[in-house]
């Protein structure tokens, strides 16, 4: 902000009439300072650097260098300069692309003073917030007074298609991490508007992640420590919102606050996320050292799947940082394991029996099967998979040949899949 203490903004649209329009709003706005116009996004870039403004009023469609690209580059060197996207079209791809790119919010035109002005007061405040843990001297690799001198391991558990166990995973595989010697466990809930981690695990409190929200300004060790609720398993979970109008409320910078006070205060942090490119799930991703990437045999999985492993690439994660399991391996799907390896040209890290009796009774007892059957085959998958990700050996258990090919190889462990169905997934 200058030294006014007004919001400075610069506005970029290739429309000399659409610039105009929003400085005419703007001009209602005692809180706001236009410090420059670009008419193109080359332009906008080059006006960015050199003035650094607080906020870029950014539209998305433009000739040569779009709102896409010049925000990519904007947010990559500017980290106290936030973009608010415009745009004729309200499409989901066009929201998509733009927070990939490093967007804050998203403007459909036209809008109203008030709309205007309120997308900036937000953005700002955001910004704000998030420059004061910055400049406090806490980060991801700055240890925190009186805490472990080794930070945290985060994995998170995603997926772009519903029904694909995402939920069951991550709280079976904190329980496993849990009963794997002595380290500390943090689950935490980041599907905030409909987490099903309480459920699974059969845990009810008043505390939720929404308790950050209301005392963000102070937040510290005490209140993280005070608002994870303990399991009998020994993991410290901490839950999404009971209402989802609340959970609206938890924001990316909020998380990545109780990111950085967990990863100084446990040995592994599993994260359940949703289906979703959303700001808190992006930010839960950027900062995990492993993405369990979880898919089913199912073509719509799959092809979610690959979707997201393009997104992956364009969001310049290490391919190393993304670990592909198949859950329900073994069901009669028509497709093999080795169809789906093929298919999206990636080597698959796990792949986790078809146990329906299990899992559903797990679910509804509130009774992770880790504790309740520890010895059933799809108990030990999952023990292997967290031994993986914590960066043991494992020892392959294979799982009966089931309806889809899969068959173990006595001679190398590994278990090999017939030929079967070519996949084409667009």
Known sequence: MSGSG???VLIVDDVHEARDNVAKLLRFEPGVEIV??????????????????DIVLMDINMPEVD???ATTLISGRLPNTSV???SVQNEPDYLRRSMLAGAREFLCKPFSLEELAESIRHVNQLAQANRRVVVSGVDHNSPIPGSRKRRAKVFSIYGLKGGIGRSTIAANLAVAL???GDREVALLDGNLLYGDIGVMLNVTDNKTIADVVRNFQTLDRD???DILVSHSSGVKVLLAPSDPQVGEQVHAEHIELVLQHLLTMVD???VDTRPSFDEVTLSLLDHSDQIVLVLSLELTAIKAAKQYLEVGDLLGYDSDKVSLVVNRATAPAGITVADVEASLKRQIAAKLVDDPILTLKAINEGVPFMQSAPLAQLSQEIGQLATFLAGGQVEVVEAAAGANGAAASPASGRRWMKPGLKLKVG
Do not use: S
Not at 36 to 53: H, K, R, S, T
């Open 6 to 8: 007004k919001i400075r």
């Open 36 to 53: 420059g116009m670009a008419d193109g996004g080359q332009e906008g870039i080059d006006l960015a650097f050199q003035l650094e403004p």
């Open 67 to 69: 709102g896409i690209a």
């Open 84 to 86: 608010i996207m415009m």
């Open 178 to 180: 849990r009963q794997q």
């Open 223 to 225: 209140l993280i420590t």
């Open 268 to 270: 592994y942090v599993v």
